[in-house]
């Protein structure tokens, strides 16, 4: 990874920490894209203090689109001669209450998914760049098990601006958990439809990747406890996970492999096999759905006001 830049997202904690502290350590330079919070700054703090100086902060909350765009700006003013390597949308909130953002979408849609669409359209001029001086560069998606959920399709209200109208919280709570399942399955069809978009050119040098962790035993949980997450369903639902949870190294495995290993390919998917249990991130079969991959690609486009995604 030496001589590379690396973004990522939410990465005060979990996953993203590990990946931001893997890749520190093979060489790269490491961008921080946090909200600001003590915790952003202990975490880069902590990254230097191992001996990582090469790790920056860039403020970017994903409840607010002003500043997606405006850490948008930043990077752009900053690497525009040596481009961005790796970008990995990692970042996520789990059961969160039926809460709009000052934006008026959903807080876990916005987040997980509509913020992240936003981020790589700002970024797509620094992938490129990567791309026209190293031959590749690659975008990552962090889905979870839980898009598989009830098997539930893509559904339109959840994209549009419909905040804190999507189902409530009521007994049993189950409703803010479609939200999280449609955010998850949103985050690995966005990357297939980018996949399949990318025009001809300098675009197809951007591998697009997704990974899910598997069951994994991170700040996550807490924080829907902490968000008043205590009903049946949240109960039924952390409980399960927690008791086959693996560490937050072993989670994060299918991201490293997709930021870091030789022999990945534009559209792959990486992450443990089964559901409700933890392994190794393994090359996974492909969950295409074109009907659905365009219904969200159009509902993020209209969400987010992008008019063209590959030009800023
Ligand atoms: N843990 C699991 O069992 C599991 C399973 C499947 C999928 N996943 C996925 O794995 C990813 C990483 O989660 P994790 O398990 O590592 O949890 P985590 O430790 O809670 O990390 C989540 C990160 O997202 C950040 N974040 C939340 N809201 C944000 C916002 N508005 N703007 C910017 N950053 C924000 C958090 O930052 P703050 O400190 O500011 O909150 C934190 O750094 C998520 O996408 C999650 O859906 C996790």
């Given at each position: 990874?030496?001589?590379?830049?690396?973004?990522?997202?939410g990465c005060t904690s979990g996953t993203g920490f590990?990946?931001?502290?893997?890749?520190?350590?093979?060489?790269?330079?490491?961008?921080?894209?946090?909200?600001?919070?003590?915790?952003?700054?202990?975490?880069?703090?902590?990254?230097?203090?191992?001996?990582?100086?090469?790790?920056?902060?860039?403020?970017?909350?994903?409840?607010?689109?002003?500043?997606?765009?405006?850490?948008?700006?930043?990077?752009?003013?900053?690497?525009?001669?040596?481009?961005?390597?790796?970008?990995?949308?990692?970042?996520?909130?789990?059961?969160?209450?039926?809460?709009?953002?000052?934006?008026?979408?959903?807080?876990?849609?916005?987040?997980?998914?509509?913020?992240?669409?936003?981020?790589?359209?700002?970024?797509?001029?620094?992938?490129?760049?990567?791309?026209?001086?190293?031959?590749?560069?690659?975008?990552?998606?962090?889905?979870?098990?839980?898009?598989?959920?009830?098997?539930?399709?893509?559904?339109?209200?959840?994209?549009?601006?419909?905040?804190?109208?999507?189902?409530?919280?009521?007994?049993?709570?189950?409703?803010?958990?479609?939200?999280?399942?449609?955010?998850?399955?949103?985050?690995?069809?966005?990357?297939?439809?980018?996949?399949?978009?990318?025009?001809?050119?300098?675009?197809?040098g951007v591998k697009v990747l997704t990974a899910h962790?598997?069951?994994?035993?991170?700040?996550?949980?807490?924080?829907?406890?902490?968000?008043?997450?205590?009903?049946?369903?949240?109960?039924?639902?952390?409980?399960?996970?927690?008791?086959?949870?693996?560490?937050?190294?072993?989670?994060?495995?299918?991201?490293?492999?997709?930021?870091?290993?030789?022999?990945?390919?534009?559209?792959?998917?990486?992450?443990?096999?089964?559901?409700?249990?933890?392994?190794?991130?393994?090359?996974?079969?492909?969950?295409?759905?074109?009907?659905?991959?365009?219904?969200?690609?159009?509902?993020?486009?209209?969400?987010?006001?992008?008019?063209?995604?590959?030009?800023?």
């Open positions: 990874m030496n001589g590379k830049n690396v973004l990522i997202t590990v990946l931001a502290r893997t890749c520190a350590q093979l060489g790269a330079t490491v961008y921080m894209l946090n909200r600001p919070s003590e915790r952003a700054t202990v975490a880069l703090d902590q990254l230097r203090n191992e001996g990582n100086s090469k790790a920056f902060l860039i403020e970017c909350d994903l409840q607010d689109y002003a500043s997606v765009r405006k850490a948008g700006k930043a990077l752009r003013d900053q690497l525009q001669n040596e481009g961005c390597d790796v970008l990995c949308n990692n970042a996520g909130v789990m059961g969160l209450p039926d809460v709009a953002t000052a934006d008026g979408y959903d807080v876990q849609i916005q987040t997980n998914h509509l913020s992240h669409f936003l981020l790589t359209h700002e970024l797509w001029p620094l992938l490129e760049r990567a791309a026209e001086l190293k031959g590749e560069a690659r975008v990552i998606s962090h889905s979870s098990g839980a898009r598989k959920m009830g098997n539930r399709p893509i559904t339109s209200r959840f994209f549009e601006r419909n905040g804190g109208h999507l189902g409530g919280d009521r007994f049993p709570g189950l409703q803010k958990w479609v939200r999280y399942q449609q955010s998850k399955l949103a985050n690995l069809l966005f990357s297939y439809a980018l996949h399949d978009r990318r025009p001809q050119g300098l675009a197809r962790p598997g069951p994994t035993d991170s700040g996550l949980q807490a924080k829907t406890f902490k968000a008043g997450g205590n009903g049946l369903a949240d109960r039924y639902i952390i409980g399960r996970t927690m008791k086959v949870a693996q560490s937050v190294e072993d989670g994060s495995a299918g991201i490293a492999r997709c930021a870091c290993e030789h022999d990945i390919k534009s559209g792959e998917f990486y992450g443990p096999i089964g559901r409700g249990r933890p392994g190794p991130a393994l090359l996974l079969e492909p969950e295409r759905n074109i009907e659905m991959e365009k219904l969200l690609w159009d509902l993020s486009m209209r969400a987010t006001g992008i008019s063209s995604f590959f030009t800023v």
